[in-house]
């Protein structure tokens, strides 16, 4: 299984429990996940997570919706840590494509992580506008794609495959909803998968044997009535 796992998250504890682990080889953080964690100051605050991780690559998104202000933002950015992916999203809030940016981006030598991917015509577009020498991941949204009961594979097995002519480029599982997608992953030869940690750590217990999960199921299940004094009179 050649697909690497990074971790999704951008709480600070976290960070220095997760960067600690063999098994996650780089981070992916979003403003949301920022909010989530506290952040007030999101210089501040992101470099605080590149200070923790300092050998792994890390992703920090942009927050601006305007293109040229995108990718004033993407500059300074890229000035926090040689390990830096700048994310930028595929498209702005008013459905405009972002391949200016991603290009102009690209062209200056910043390593560019492309979020809210969805399509195979997606990354098409996005490889258009980028060289073949800046490292580029392409992060699409399997399990937001899922929700709505579209299957994402199809569009991850195309995007894939355009993308093997590029070697700076690494296509990225993004939104996991379970454990089992990181062998899917694998399966289809998806260069990364971002994980939140209580996913990494089921990851971590792969292995059991159905007569293994039998019996822990049915153990709990008992445990529980124990708990409970649950009696049939």
Sequence with gaps: MNTKVYCDIAQISLIKKFNKKKIVKGFTTNPSLMRKAGAKD????????????KFKPVSVEV???????MKNQGLEINKWGKNVYVKIPVTNSKNFFSGKVIKELNEKGVKLNITAVYSYQQTKKI???????????ISIFAGRAGDVGKDPLPEFIKSI????????????????REPYNYIQACQIGCDIITVPPKII???????????????????GFLKDSKKSKFKID
Excluded: P, R
């Design 42 to 53: 999101y210089k501040s605050y992101a470099k605080k997570i590149l200070k923790i991780c």
């Design 63 to 69: 927050f601006a919706d305007d293109f040229a202000e």
């Design 127 to 137: 490889l258009k506008n980028i060289n073949k020498k800046t490292s580029v991941i």
């Design 161 to 176: 495959k355009m993308a093997k002519s590029y070697k700076n480029v690494k296509i990225l599982w993004a939104s996991v």
């Design 201 to 219: 750590e089921k990851i971590e217990n792969f292995g059991k044997s159905y007569k293994q999960l039998t019996h822990e199921t049915v153990a």
